[in-house]
């Protein structure tokens, strides 16, 4: 894609979202003249700017947006909730269409009949006046393809060529031969047309009271050419022009039309992740890292004079004092580098945040339900690829709050509760780490319902489940397979794909925790590092070998006395300031022999894993490092208890393990 391309790419996301915002607010707020002027400036530029480029179906669909808008603000309409829906239809598909034009350059089959649909949709809401003026939009029926077909005077025609048919339905508009159209000279101009069908539009009128100047035509033909040079033809009247990519073949082969695969939701991305996002940043930054360049050059300059004075007999004691000098330099703007570039990578959940309201309303709506939906802690930041990875495992724990957590308005008020169930989603920062939680006030999980499934399930043992403590209990949520379809009501919808959430925030380096109180509400908490590109390990020794541990789930090293350390059935614990904490000896995690404990204390590293800390038994500490960790990928891709590797100054790999799920 050229440069112009991707600009409207970024432009276009923040005018969907500032539209979106705004309708949202004067949904909440329908007097409110400054959303309804936000609204319409949105999608009037939004409009302007996909007229630079051949997408005229998104054109139609926003200019009928933006004459709804306008008439609105007028005065010339009431701003209802059927106004607000077909508003917030045309900017949800106008986002789906900017992610398939990011992944393809252009829009996708069937996006011509989306967009006449939407934009009759949205002329229905204008006034009678308003109706009347607008251009009529053909109607998105597909019958008479295989009318045209079957009507085609050469059926090899229709089978012989690699692409599929253009089919072209061609409505001018009445007044188009004082517009300067021709319509019978664009027919013409069509490359390969196999069948063509000329009918009036409306029906005739009595022989002395026809308009000789106004055109009563309707064109539907097929041609053999690709869709772009059909689309040539027609770039100046695609108000009027319907196109439609049809499979060769006669009527009654075994062949379909391509359907619009974007009108019903995003594609999914055919590399199996997130499309490429473009990222705005504060000139600031940039500015900053631009300095640390010129100072690394310099830097580097001192070492080459270092080497040149060392090649010419330089006494060793001032090479190395010379070395050391430089060493230090260049660590110090390594480190400054390394904060330079995590600024740059950061961006606010806000980000993310603002696609949620208008998800929030989709979902609840068909429910029924009232949603008193709050956001917090929008402008806490993290990496980008944290950020942009949290969009669907959010989606997914907020369908499940409104859709299973929250009760229907009648229970509600019948449990004291106000009729509008409250979702709230925030943000915190943790010290070098990011806690997003979503919470509702719906009726709760209940772990005797839990507890029952289990033992259908199978997941635990009868006893190992009567063991268990109510929250660890809730925890079997998480478990795979834990949720049919027949539970979703039994257990409040909750544990529904959560096993799917989990993975997805243990991909980004996070945790998952959840807190519930039957009949008040529950409570998901993700914990996630502020990076997964860049980050701080300690590395231990084990049988010999260096592993890495983040430093972020590092609360403290300790030397436990032996003698502390007891036996607790089969593990062990050991006693810290007071506090009985569980120990794990990491070469029993990582299956290889076990050294004998030498001296009387042991190497411990206390880690938070979820909201407990637990002690992790090792045979050496070693130095702390910044470190570029590339995740597994290939045939180690599904390595548990491995979150990624880094190259060490010789050369070697450094595993950075990842200790909760190695504890499991």
Same mark, same amino acid.
């Given at each position: ?25 004067? %949904? ?67 986002? =789906? ?19 006449? &649909? !939407?934009? =009759? ?24 393809? %295989? ?59 009595? #022989? ?36 439609? %990519?049809?499979?060769?073949? #006669? ?8 359907? /619009? ?19 705005? *940043? ?10 640390? *360049? ?127 169930? &409250? ?8 010290? /070098? ?7 509702? /006030? ?12 289990? &033992? ?28 049919? #379809? ?18 997805? !925030? ?34 231990? =020794? ?87 960790? =590339? ?5 180690? #891709? ?27």
């Amino acid at each position: 894609m050229d440069d112009l391309l991707q600009h409207f790419i970024v432009e276009a996301r923040e005018l969907v979202q500032q539209a979106t915002d705004s309708l949202l607010a004067l %949904e909440r707020d329908p007097a409110g003249s400054a959303h309804l002027d936000s609204a319409f400036r949105a999608v009037h530029t939004l409009k302007g700017s996909v007229g630079l480029f051949d997408f005229a179906p998104m054109g139609l669909a926003l200019h009928a947006a933006e004459d709804l808008l306008g008439s609105l603000r007028d005065g010339r309409g009431a701003m209802g909730g059927e106004a607000i829906d077909s508003l917030l239809e045309c900017i949800g598909q106008s986002e =789906r269409w900017v992610d398939a034009i990011e992944r393809t350059g252009h829009l996708p089959a069937g996006a011509a009949e989306e967009g006449y &649909r !939407i934009a =009759r949709v949205l002329r229905a809401q204008l006034d009678e006046g308003s109706a009347d003026a607008a251009p009529t939009v053909p109607a998105a029926d597909l019958a008479w393809i %295989e009318e045209l077909k079957a009507a085609c005077p050469d059926p090899a025609a229709l089978r012989s060529g690699d692409t599929p048919l253009v089919a072209i339905r061609y409505t001018p508009r009445a007044d188009c031969f004082f517009a300067g159209d021709d319509p019978v000279a664009l027919l013409r101009s069509v490359p390969d047309l196999i069948a063509v069908r000329l009918s009036n539009r409306d029906p005739w009128p009595p #022989a002395g009271e026809i308009d000789p100047f106004a055109c009563n035509l309707q064109v539907e033909a097929l041609s053999g050419a690709a869709l772009d040079a059909v689309k040539a033809v027609f770039r100046f009247v695609p108000d009027q022009v319907t196109l439609q %990519e049809a499979a060769r073949g #006669a009527p009654g082969d075994a062949h379909g039309m391509r359907q /619009d695969s974007a009108a019903a939701g995003p594609s999914p991305d055919p590399a199996g992740g997130a499309s490429a996002r473009m990222l705005r *940043v504060d000139a600031a930054r940039i500015d900053r890292l631009a300095d640390l *360049v010129g100072e690394m050059v310099v830097a580097k300059n001192a070492l080459a004079h270092l080497a040149a004075q060392g090649a010419d007999g330089m006494d060793g004691k001032s090479l190395v004092q010379g070395l050391q000098a430089s060493q230090a330099v260049i660590d110090r703007l390594v480190a400054e580098m390394h904060g330079a570039i995590m600024d740059v990578r950061m961006m606010p959940m806000r980000d993310i945040f603002r696609r949620f309201p208008r998800a929030v309303r989709e979902i609840a709506g068909p429910l029924g339900k009232t949603i008193d939906f709050s956001m917090e802690g929008e402008d806490v930041e993290a990496d980008k690829s944290v950020v942009e990875g949290l969009f669907e495992p959010l989606l997914h724990v907020l369908r499940n709050a409104i859709g299973h957590g929250a009760e229907p308005e009648n229970l509600r008020q019948e449990a004291g509760k106000p009729a509008g169930a &409250r979702v709230v989603l925030r943000a915190r920062r943790d010290g /070098d780490r990011v806690l997003v939680e979503v919470e509702d /006030d719906g009726r709760g999980i209940d772990p005797g319902a839990i507890r029952r499934v289990a &033992r259908e399930r199978g997941l635990a043992s009868g006893d190992g489940i009567d063991g268990m403590s109510d929250e660890e209990v809730i925890g079997l949520i998480f478990a795979p397979g834990f949720s049919t #379809a027949s539970e979703v009501t039994e257990l409040s919808g909750r544990g529904v794909g959560m096993d799917a959430v989990r993975s997805s !925030i243990e991909r980004l380096g996070g945790q998952i925790g959840v807190r519930s109180r039957l009949g008040r509400g529950t409570t998901i908490r993700l914990s996630l590092p502020l990076t997964i590109v860049m980050t701080k390990v300690m590395a231990v =020794r084990v049988g010999g070998e260096l592993y890495g541990l983040p430093l972020d789930g590092i609360v403290e090293t300790a030397f436990v006395p032996s003698a502390r350390i007891l036996p607790v059935q089969e593990a062990e614990a050991f006693v810290l300031r007071d506090r009985t904490l569980p120990l794990v000896r990491l070469a029993s995690l990582l299956e290889i022999p076990r050294a004998p404990d030498k001296g009387a204390a042991v190497k411990v590293v206390v880690m938070a894993v979820g909201d407990e800390l637990v002690g992790i038994a090792v045979d050496g500490f070693a130095e702390r490092m910044d470190v570029l960790m =590339r995740p597994m990928d290939g045939i180690l #891709a599904g390595m548990p208890g491995v979150m990624g590797t880094t190259l060490l100054g010789d050369g070697s790999v450094l595993m950075i393990l990842d200790v909760p799920e190695l504890i499991g």
